[in-house]
């Protein structure tokens, strides 16, 4: 019999419109939109992944850019790891990352990859070579990602899903 | 199922499935127009977004906020608005039920054509409600046809149970999207303590959630359920709590509970309306299902009475426990021998009736505003002071009895300083009294006299006669013996004795006919004060004035001249102030004797009349 099936919760933060929701769509659907929706509260998707023999099926809660109120907070509770979202076109977004990273100590137990979005956009691209050593350090493992071409989309959140497993 | 049933079936219900069809084209068609809708939506705000960046982040605050108040103010509808969010899945898993709710009613129908049957048929054709719904209004009462139990925190799906269809599919998420909603509900309703989902109507069927320490139990129920439905999900889900603690603690194992997917199949109930159960009785083999009846009973007893006593053990502690004050239940669980109970305890809260064997307890300390321990504290802090303190429910402190100033400054700094006090009144407060003032009220300062004390000095002042003042300091000195007493104010009269005497005593001398030496003056003036001052002490007091003589000249002669004595002293002692009435005279002019000048018999003498001896009413 192969391994029972694991489920496990996930939560994408980010500023408003770095991308999220069209990550996770891009994951789940493999679809992109240049349209944008803003999400209100959460919205849930849910996606099955095999890793090394082990079913494991993330739920995962898109929860709305921090700007939208802060109940992003609430969201969080019983979550087993954290996709950091920032946009490479927007200082902004990463140091927004950091600061919330730095303000909520329970955050650093539970395993985190963070991407870097919109890395298509090349001609707009504003992140250095010393912002990136230092998202490294704090949040362990970076990577560039683009909803829009597919880039890394996959890869992050399986590392992510192998933190989890590791977490263990 | 035969084919000929089949053709029967289609005769007899061919408008009920046109219906039907009909039905399930409308919840298309309704999706269609909502996805067509979102689709304009979302490229009118895509516009308003080119046109103006800055619209982005000012409409995203609102939304969250807008959602909030809207929420405080009117609960109700908004959880009606978070409908459409799960409302797809439910809709499409109805369309599925219906399917599944004709197959059940495939063999109702094959009973054949009762007259219960006929009639509903006539209903439905006159009615238009497609028959097989009908049959499920007529008969049944409700139907649990789901059952998600889910982790409270992480919204996981830890088992579930029901009907198949597209919900059943998609179950994972709906309930994250559930815990989702229900975690901004509570959020928003924070202040109302508690406040969380407990039900949300989706369509024709009903949402309910059952609240549960680490899990809760959300249920969709067809039909018109009842309260006590409510009960039994409750204890259902304690129960569950109770068998499987470890395993609920455990995110690995969700999904893959066999015993509790048992217990939530066991809440898909169908109850029956109550005329068709009597129906359904047909009395066949009736003796076989008494006997399994009764074997199932035994079982069940047999089993159920050692769960319910653990359960009973369980509830009344719990019971117990929420009515200690000061106490804060946090989890009670079974270990390995007897029960754990985790909680928060003020160092003042009792549990002294809930420690016994198997019952360990693992407490954190922490400070409850229970009024009962705020009014214990509070009895703390006054006790050894004359004063009581009564907590009101607004965390007034009223405080009543005696303290000295300086005593009720520092316990009103403390009062004040106590959380769960918000304000002191000391209006009933009065001032101690001291042994000094008790001493007065039982032995009264002596008329005319003023008494002030000030730093254990006494000092007296006015006037009084020496028996009233002696024995009041006779009190003073045995009580106070260490008191310094200042009486140079003080003028000690003689008493009435002491003033009969010197009354007698005075003797006015005349040396020349009625004239009176500058010490008869003063004889006179002092035997006024006298005799007023025994008048005070007793009105009938009276004197008897004795003009005397020598014996030089005519006795004629002294006798007037005594008379005149007398009658002159007694207008200088009216002059002074003596009440003419009491004062009579007499003479004494000189009997016998050598005719020779003697000064020392030229005089007035006094006497004092007593009343007893009867001279004056
Ligand atoms: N070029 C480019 N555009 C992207 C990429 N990812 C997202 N976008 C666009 O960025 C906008 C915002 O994307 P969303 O995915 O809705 O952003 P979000 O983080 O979910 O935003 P909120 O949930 O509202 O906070 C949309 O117009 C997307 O089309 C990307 O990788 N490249
Ligand atoms: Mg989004």
């Known amino acids: 019999m192969s391994a029972p099936v694991l489920t496990r919760k996930i939560c994408l933060l980010g500023r408003l419109a770095v991308g999220k929701t069209s990550l996770v769509r891009r994951f789940v659907e493999n679809v992109f939109d240049e349209r944008y929706q803003t999400t209100v509260g959460v919205s849930i998707h849910t996606k099955t992944l095999n890793i090394n023999a082990q079913t494991i099926k993330l739920i995962i809660w898109d929860i709305a850019g921090f700007e939208q109120v802060a109940h992003y907070q609430q969201y969080l509770r019983g979550s087993h790891g954290v996709l950091w979202v920032a946009d490479g076109t927007e200082p902004a977004s990463w140091q927004k990352l950091l600061a919330i990273h730095q303000n909520h100590q329970s955050i650093h137990a539970v395993p985190g990859v963070c991407l870097i979005n919109k890395h298509d956009l090349l001609d707009q691209w504003r992140i250095r070579n010393e912002d990136i050593a230092h998202l490294q350090k704090v949040f362990g493992f970076v990577l560039f990602s683009s909803a829009k071409t597919g880039e890394n989309v996959e890869q992050g959140f399986t590392e992510l899903a192998k933190r989890l497993l590791k977490d263990q | ?617």
């Open chain 2, 1 to 617: 199922m035969n084919s000929e049933s089949d053709k029967i079936k289609q005769l007899l219900l061919a408008d009920e499935l046109a219906l039907l069809q009909q039905l399930r084209e409308k919840v298309l068609e309704s999706e269609h127009f909502s996805e067509a809708v979102a689709d304009v939506l979302a490229t009118a705000t895509q516009r308003a977004w080119k046109k103006d960046p800055a619209y982005q982040a000012s409409l995203a605050k609102p939304i969250g906020e807008g959602l909030k108040t809207a929420l405080k103010r009117e609960q109700r509808s908004i959880i009606d608005a978070f409908v459409p969010v799960i409302g797809p899945m439910i809709r499409a898993s109805v369309s599925a039920s219906i399917k599944k709710l004709m197959a059940d009613l495939n063999r109702i129908l094959e009973l054949g054509l009762s007259p219960k049957a006929i009639k509903w048929r006539w209903q439905s054709w006159k009615t238009g409600v497609p028959f097989a719904e009908l049959v499920f209004l007529n008969t049944v009462e409700y139907q649990v046809q789901h059952a998600f139990l889910i982790d409270k925190d992480s919204g996981l799906l830890i088992e579930y149970a029901g009907h198949e269809g597209e919900l059943a599919r998609d179950k994972d998420a709906f309930s994250a999207m559930l815990t989702a909603i229900n975690d901004f509900v509570a959020d928003t309703l924070a202040d109302d303590t508690g406040s969380r989902l407990r039900s949300a109507e989706l369509g024709e069927y009903q949402l309910w959630i059952i609240d549960g320490p680490r899990a809760y139990l959300a249920v969709l129920i067809k039909g018109n359920p009842s309260e006590r439905l409510r009960e039994s999900l409750q204890d259902a889900l304690d129960k569950i709590h109770f068998l499987y603690a470890e395993e609920l603690a455990n995110s690995d194992q969700y999904g893959q509970l066999p015993p509790v997917r048992l217990e939530l199949e066991d809440l898909l109930i169908t109850k029956n309306r109550q005329a068709d159960d009597d129906d359904n009785h047909t009395g066949l083999s009736r003796q076989k299902g008494w006997i399994a009846a009764l074997v199932l009973m035994a079982l069940v007893a047999w089993g159920g009475w050692r769960y319910l006593q653990h359960k009973k053990q369980l509830h009344n502690l719990t019971a117990q426990l929420k009515h200690i004050p000061g106490f804060v239940l946090q989890d009670i669980r079974s270990s390995d021998d007897g029960l754990l109970v985790t909680g928060l305890k003020d160092p003042l809260a009792d549990l002294s009736v809930v420690r016994h064997d198997g019952v360990k307890f693992r407490l954190r300390p922490y400070l409850s505003l229970d009024a009962s321990l705020v009014q214990k504290r509070l009895q703390r802090l006054s006790e050894g002071t004359a004063l009581q303190a009564r907590l009101a429910e607004n965390g007034q402190v009223t405080l009543s009895g005696t303290a000295s100033e300086n005593t009720l400054a520092s316990l009103r700094r403390q009062l004040l300083a106590m959380p769960g006090v918000n304000a002191v009144d000391s209006t009933q407060v009065t001032a101690p009294v001291s042994p000094w003032q008790r001493f007065l009220s039982r032995n009264p300062v002596p008329e005319n006299i003023q008494a002030t004390m000030t730093n254990q000095q006494l000092t007296l002042q006015g006037e009084t006669s020496g028996t009233q003042i002696k024995s009041w300091l006779a009190a003073v000195t045995q009580a106070f013996p260490d008191m310094a007493i200042d009486t140079r104010h003080l003028r000690v009269l003689p008493d009435k004795d002491a003033l009969i005497a010197a009354i007698n005593a005075s003797v006015i001398t005349m040396p020349r006919g009625t004239q009176i030496t500058a010490e008869g003056k003063q004889s006179i003036t002092s035997l006024a004060d006298k005799l007023k001052l025994l008048q005070q002490q007793d009105p009938r007091m009276a004197i008897t004035l004795t003009g005397s003589t020598d014996c030089t000249g005519s006795p004629e002669a002294n006798q007037k001249l005594a008379q005149r004595r007398a009658e002159h002293v007694k207008q200088a002692l009216v002059q002074h102030g003596v009440d003419k009435q009491r004062i009579q005279t007499d003479t004494k002019p000189c009997a016998s004797g050598p005719a020779r000048l003697d000064p020392a018999l030229r005089r007035v003498t006094t006497k004092v009349i007593q009343p007893a001896e009867g001279h004056l009413p």
